[in-house]
């Protein structure tokens, strides 16, 4: 993170009494995130799925996200380089989501989702109530840290940068709040295409708009020789977002 990027953070952590919920930090209270390790691999190209982070849910980092931040690792198998050119999020409406690269764009597609599933008749809640409860169900292992831990990036940049924010206008505590979002944003994201050497593994976030019930995640890319894709179910998550829970495997109804 360069100099800009890292005073924005400090700044934001410093000014969240102080600026509107929207861009505000996840509160301390807030849980680690929990442990998915799904994992799937086909040829060349191998996908895990470390975790899930909804709006304020274990290990949300911003108070009011309206995106879904799936935690992947990426690896190329193979003895080539290997592209990875597109990743694609199937919602329990059978559309196709793709990751969003900018953080309001991505929230103004995820209030689209909730209107769409809402008016097929399905009650979201999003990021809170059942959504939390269905995460915490057995089987589910709390984990220290996914894609880094943004509480201790914030805990060693705000020793570093001694500012006081006081003396800032509201209008610039909200743009610096604004930067520090976006930072933290790009910071996770594992943005596409990327190229992995034979061996190498790429980490980092796939920011998704809210997709209520994702049935599967794929990812398509190629080598030298060969077109690669790779699907990973998603099953247990059928009931992510819906307001009455779904069993594993059932799938929710339309």
Same mark, same amino acid.
């Given at each position: 993170?360069?100099?800009?990027?890292?005073?924005? =953070?400090?700044?934001?952590?410093?000014?969240?009494?102080?600026?509107?919920?929207?861009?505000?930090?996840?509160?301390?209270? &807030?849980?680690?995130?929990?442990?998915?390790?799904?994992?799937?691999?086909?040829?060349?190209?191998?996908?895990?799925?470390?975790?899930?982070?909804?709006?304020?849910?274990?290990?949300?980092?911003?108070?009011? =996200?309206?995106?879904?931040?799936?935690?992947?690792?990426?690896?190329?198998?193979?003895?080539?380089?290997?592209?990875?050119?597109?990743?694609?999020?199937?919602?329990?409406?059978?559309?196709?989501?793709?990751?969003?690269?900018?953080?309001?764009?991505?929230?103004?597609?995820?209030?689209?989702?909730?209107?769409?599933?809402?008016?097929?008749?399905?009650?979201?809640?999003?990021?809170?109530?059942?959504?939390? &409860?269905?995460?915490?169900?057995?089987?589910?292992?709390?984990?220290?840290?996914?894609?880094?831990?943004?509480?201790?990036?914030? =805990?060693?940049?705000?020793?570093?940068?001694?500012?006081?924010?006081?003396?800032?206008?509201?209008?610039?505590?909200?743009?610096?709040?604004?930067s520090g979002v976006t930072g933290e944003?790009?910071?996770?994201?594992?943005?596409?295409?990327?190229?992995?050497?034979?061996?190498?593994?790429?980490?980092g976030d796939f920011f998704f708009p809210?997709?209520?019930?994702?049935?599967?995640?794929?990812?398509?890319?190629?080598?030298?020789?060969?077109?690669?894709?790779?699907?990973?179910?998603?099953?247990?998550?059928?009931?992510?977002?819906?307001?009455?829970?779904?069993?594993?495997?059932?799938?929710?109804?339309?």
């Amino acid at each position: 993170m360069n100099f800009t990027g890292v005073l924005a =953070a400090a700044l934001l952590l410093a000014c969240t009494g102080c600026v509107s919920t929207k861009y505000k930090r996840a509160p301390k209270s &807030t849980p680690p995130p929990l442990a998915l390790n799904f994992a799937a691999e086909q040829s060349a190209l191998a996908l895990a799925l470390h975790t899930v982070i909804v709006q304020k849910g274990p290990g949300s980092w911003r108070k009011e =996200a309206y995106w879904d931040e799936y935690v992947c690792s990426i690896t190329n198998r193979g003895a080539t380089p290997l592209t990875v050119e597109s990743a694609t999020l199937v919602d329990a409406l059978d559309a196709d989501q793709a990751p969003g690269d900018e953080p309001w764009a991505l929230e103004q597609r995820s209030r689209e989702n909730i209107k769409k599933f809402e008016h097929s008749g399905r009650k979201v809640a999003v990021g809170a109530g059942l959504t939390l &409860t269905w995460l915490s169900t057995p089987g589910w292992a709390a984990v220290g840290v996914a894609s880094g831990s943004t509480a201790m990036l914030f =805990a060693g940049v705000i020793t570093f940068v001694a500012i006081p924010v006081w003396v800032l206008g509201s209008g610039v505590r909200t743009l610096v709040a604004r930067s520090g979002v976006t930072g933290e944003f790009h910071r996770r994201e594992l943005a596409l295409p990327c190229t992995l050497a034979p061996g190498e593994t790429k980490s980092g976030d796939f920011f998704f708009p809210i997709s209520p019930g994702p049935q599967r995640l794929m990812l398509r890319g190629a080598t030298a020789e060969a077109s690669q894709e790779i699907v990973l179910d998603l099953a247990p998550l059928a009931g992510l977002h819906f307001l009455k829970q779904i069993a594993p495997g059932a799938g929710p109804k339309p």
